[in-house]
């Protein structure tokens, strides 16, 4: 199914995208601070048993489980992909795998709040073991992380207020965009587009809440993630859904950790055997997108993109 068919299609939504709404406010940013501070007091590895990173070290699979603790870095304000509940558990599609993460290494998952822009710093200063949000595959990025096999794929879209829909790029020419730091969306408009005027924000949260206020024109981010946010805010339509190349989506431990990117690359082949991200999809996504959208047009299984 072509993805602007799955995006039509995903048009229908439970009432459990709520939640994506609250998401915008305190209560997940104030979730998000506190996560962070545990972050920031996390220990990691030795560089003399595990190897130097690019700017300090790493621990090695065997040191991760001896410690029976693994350090994820996730979203904690990306709904449905990465976001902190109400009750303050942090949910979503990366989440999921994560949590299986942590079951088949036998370890205990540590959550680390970050945003777009420290998810690489955060590899590099051996404060999380794996990032596991929303982390497209780029060449840059490659140059500093190594990165797993793909779990899904996706391209850009763009939110507009529906008294002012963006439909074509050409549109946003001496507009104001609003934009994630450190996102695919911010390197493809600075490339692409350099007449948009880019606004751009550490966190999702303050990006979102730009746009309710109308301190921009459109905001642009995965076309999933977008889609997801139209559909619990009225007045907001995504006028773009499908902009740029299809991308792929995968972890990333720091530069240089091969046992633990072996062990990775491992597990999400043996989990594609059993169309874990199909079902990981169905407990996180089909309550959003709608059970008539095609799961296949957004996961990947066994790190084959088909």
Known sequence: MKRREF?????????????????????????????????????????AAAGSAAAGSFRTLDEIQSSGKITIGVFSDKAPFGYVDEN?????????????????????????????ASRVEFLETGKVDIVLANFTVTE???????????????????????????????????KTLIVAKGTTAETYFEKNYPNVTLQKYDQ???????????????????????????????????????????????????????????????EIVALGKENFFHADYTETLAPVYGQAADPDSLVVEGGVVE
């Open 88 to 116: 303050g558990a942090y949910q979503g599609y990366d989440v999921y795998f994560a949590d299986r993460i942590g079951k088949d290494l036998g370890a205990e998952v540590e959550y680390v709040s970050l945003d777009p």
């Open 140 to 174: 840059e990025r490659a140059e500093k992380v190594d990165f797993a096999l793909p779990y899904m794929k996706v391209a850009l879209g763009v939110v507009s207020p529906d008294s002012a829909v963006i439909q074509d790029v050409s549109e946003l020419d001496g």
């Open 204 to 266: 999702y949260a303050d990006a979102y809440n730009a746009l309710l206020d109308g301190r921009g024109d459109a905001f642009s981010t995965d076309n999933t993630e977008v889609l997801a946010w139209a559909i619990a805010n009225p007045g907001f339509t995504v006028g773009i859904d499908s902009l740029g190349d299809l991308d792929t989506i995968a972890p990333a431990v720091t530069k240089g950790n091969s046992t633990l990117l072996d062990w990775l690359n491992a």
């Open 7 to 47: 995006i039509r299609k995903a048009a229908v939504l439970s009432a459990a995208l709520t939640l994506g709404t609250s998401l915008t406010g305190c209560g997940a940013a104030a979730a998000a601070s506190a996560a962070q501070s545990s972050a920031d007091s996390t220990a990691t590895g030795s560089s």
